[in-house]
């Protein structure tokens, strides 16, 4: 069984340039989320034609990391093709995160600072690793993994999708088997940035569904966001039983 619950706000900015998007397509589920970056309401344009064109391509294609790897590829295409032809939208990017549940394998991917956690029985497992200056100096041993988030360059990104690339810069994870209880977060740096692992796990043993998983986990993100002019943050919570 799967079950799953959406969330996108604009925090105290002016507007959302997070965007987030699902589709089902017979017993298949494609779950999607961007943060956009470029301004002037290009970032907005920038992360809903990634989240489009994730979904397009499993509408058609449906599961799997074939399905996954065009995805991306074909975001990256309808970006550079919107600049091209519109001076202002020039500076767009944005990140992307997917997650395909099939009936048997689940694929994920990602470009950029925007996250995925994978928790398996109420335990975080694994998480994706920021394209960033700050998730560099970690695996370079100069900086420990909790400082990335008050770190000052932790909003420089190395890769995002709406920069020209000779190869892809995404990264797409092996496959893993639907086993049992198991729970994903898709994040934007908006919300992770305002809530630890420990909090987001703590709030997964508490909650009955992931429309509660993410209530109770919003709650720490307005409170620790308080005063601070809040980043849109965005989250999708996917249970797979």
């Not at 799953?4 to 604009?10: F, R």
């Not at 998007?21 to 989320?33: A, H, I, K, N, S």
């Not at 041993?141 to 810069?169: A, C, F, M, S």
Request: hydrophobic share 35%; charged share 30%; proline share 2%.
């Amino acid at each position: 069984m799967i079950t799953y619950h959406l969330l996108s706000n604009q925090g105290d900015r002016g507007n959302n340039e997070d965007n987030v998007g699902m589709y089902q397509r017979e017993q298949e589920y494609c779950f999607v989320l961007a943060d956009g970056l470029g301004g002037h309401g290009k970032g907005e344009l920038a992360s809903q034609l990634g989240v489009e064109s994730s979904i397009k391509i499993f509408a058609v294609k449906g599961a799997g990391q074939e399905s996954m790897d065009l995805s991306f590829k074909d975001a990256q295409k309808s970006i550079l093709e919107k600049q091209s032809v519109d001076i202002t939208a020039r500076d767009m990017k944005t990140t992307l995160v997917i997650l395909h549940v099939g009936e048997r394998k689940i694929w994920w991917g990602h470009i950029g600072d925007s996250r995925l956690y994978y928790f398996q029985n109420n335990k975080l497992i694994q998480r994706t690793l920021d394209h960033s200056v700050p998730q560099m100096l970690v695996a370079a041993g100069q900086l420990k993994e909790k400082q990335i988030r008050n770190h000052p360059d932790r909003n420089r990104l190395l890769r995002v999708l709406g920069v020209d690339w000779d190869t892809p810069k995404y990264q797409l994870e092996e496959p893993k088997d639907r086993t049992g209880k198991q729970a994903f977060l898709l994040c934007t740096d908006g919300f992770w940035e305002l809530i630890e692992e420990k909090k987001m796990q703590h709030c997964l043993k508490k909650a009955k569904t992931p429309e509660e998983w993410v209530k109770l986990m919003e709650e720490i993100v307005r409170k620790n966001g308080q005063g601070k002019n809040m980043d849109n943050y965005s989250a999708v919570a996917v249970w797979v039983e």
